[in-house]
């Protein structure tokens, strides 16, 4: 069975083409919207151990965003969480049982190719890049409301030829980490794909087994991954010259 970087499209809703891996995403969301009503419906005292669990995993985010981005972490802190649960839950539910084994057969070029009704969002360029453009979208508007307009613009333009020259590696910088995040993700998410798909081809059932927990830690590393960054880079943008050379001083 072949498979490629973009998605296939299942059906279409006027122009709009609904592809496999959108499903996922859709999916993916509703899930999370799920678990967050059920984790929040009924808050107690004495919680229950879904409650507990979720808590901790809040709370365990929330420490690791607040030992990096400091006073900046309120702000962060949803984009952060955010990305990495989205990303984790679509890695992991398309280990699932049906994710790219399930699906029908389309004709085309002479020979008929299996069309996967459900595939891992983040196997498809167009969602990995666009999470990549919402993380830089997100972090320099964030850097703008914290900092000022004035202040932002002159991290990227200067009278001074050498910070010019600076802030010039600084523009060419922000494309290639959209390149660095989305390229990453689909990387190592549609090698682990692969993987699956080719030992199941031998064995359905024993061996794809350790690849399969491989990839649960790998979906694990690669949404944490993802989503440390963008708080890094969130945290560097919202940091002000004057108070990152006092921070060097001391």
């Given amino acids: ?136 979208v997100a972090t320099h508007t964030l850097s703008i409301s914290t900092l000022g307009i004035k202040e932002y613009i002159s991290r990227f333009v200067s009278f001074n030829p050498l910070n010019l020259f600076v802030g010039l590696l600084e523009i060419i910088s922000e494309f290639t980490k959209v390149a660095s995040l989305s390229l990453r993700l689909i990387g190592n998410v549609f090698a682990g794909e692969a993987v699956l798909v080719t030992t199941a081809s031998f064995l359905a059932f024993l061996i794809p087994l350790p690849f399969i927990i491989l990839e649960v830690v790998v979906g694990l590393v690669q949404a944490l991954i993802f989503a440390m960054l963008t708080m890094v880079f969130m945290t560097i943008l919202m940091t002000s010259h004057e108070h990152a050379k006092e921070e060097v001083k001391a």
């Fill in 1 to 136: 069975m072949e498979i490629y970087f973009s998605a296939e499209p299942i059906f279409t809703i006027g122009q709009f083409v609904v592809t496999n891996t959108l499903l996922t995403s859709v999916l993916s969301t509703f899930l999370l919207f799920i678990l967050a009503i059920i984790a929040t419906r009924k808050l107690s005292n004495r919680p229950s151990l879904f409650q507990n669990l979720v808590e901790l995993t809040i709370e365990d985010l929330y420490k690791v965003n607040e030992g990096i981005s400091g006073k900046n972490t309120r702000l962060i802190f949803p984009w952060f969480a955010t990305f990495f649960l989205f990303i984790l839950v679509s890695n992991w539910m398309g280990l699932l049982p049906g994710f790219g084994t399930v699906g029908f057969f389309q004709h085309e070029h002479g020979k008929d190719v299996f069309i996967p009704l459900l595939r891992p969002a983040n196997t498809d360029l167009n969602m990995t890049l666009g999470l990549a453009l919402v993380s830089l």
